[in-house]
Nanobody, 115 residues
Framework: QVQLVESGGGLVQPGGSLRLSCAAS????????MRWYRQAPGKEREWVAG???????AYADSVKGRSTISRDNAENTMFLQMSSLKPEDTAVYYC?????????WGQGTQVSVST
């Protein structure tokens, strides 16, 4: 059974940091390209960052310089380290896996940035 389970979300003050995790199971994690998306209330889901199976990374302009995506293929886990968080980073963050025409989504983890 394929699972993507996000964790690490929560309430943080502006300027704070969070590390999100995405634990994968049920498929060959190492060959999948992985991405983080987010969806704020009333907005469409947007791409945040991605890491290919070979480790190449890319970031949306909105988080570039404040976030680092990484993966641990031995642990079947992807991470998103976020710092200098802003209220506009408030969203549900989703983990996504894709390999060819096959894709999986996680259930999401809530990140709230507020005083």
């Amino acid at each position: 059974q394929v699972q993507l389970v996000e964790s690490g979300g929560g309430l943080v003050q502006p300027g704070g940091s969070l590390r999100l995790s995405c634990a994968a199971s049920g498929f060959t994690f190492s060959v999948y390209h992985m991405r983080w998306y987010r969806q704020a209330p009333g907005k469409e889901r947007e791409w945040v960052a991605g890491i290919t199976s070979s480790g190449f990374t890319a970031y949306a302009d909105s988080v570039k310089g404040r976030s680092t995506i990484s993966r641990d293929n031995a642990e079947n886990t992807m991470f998103l380290q976020m710092s200098s968080l802003k209220p506009e980073d408030t969203a549900v963050y989703y983990c996504h896996a894709r390999q060819g025409g096959t894709q999986y989504w996680g259930q999401g983890t809530q990140v709230s940035v507020s005083t």
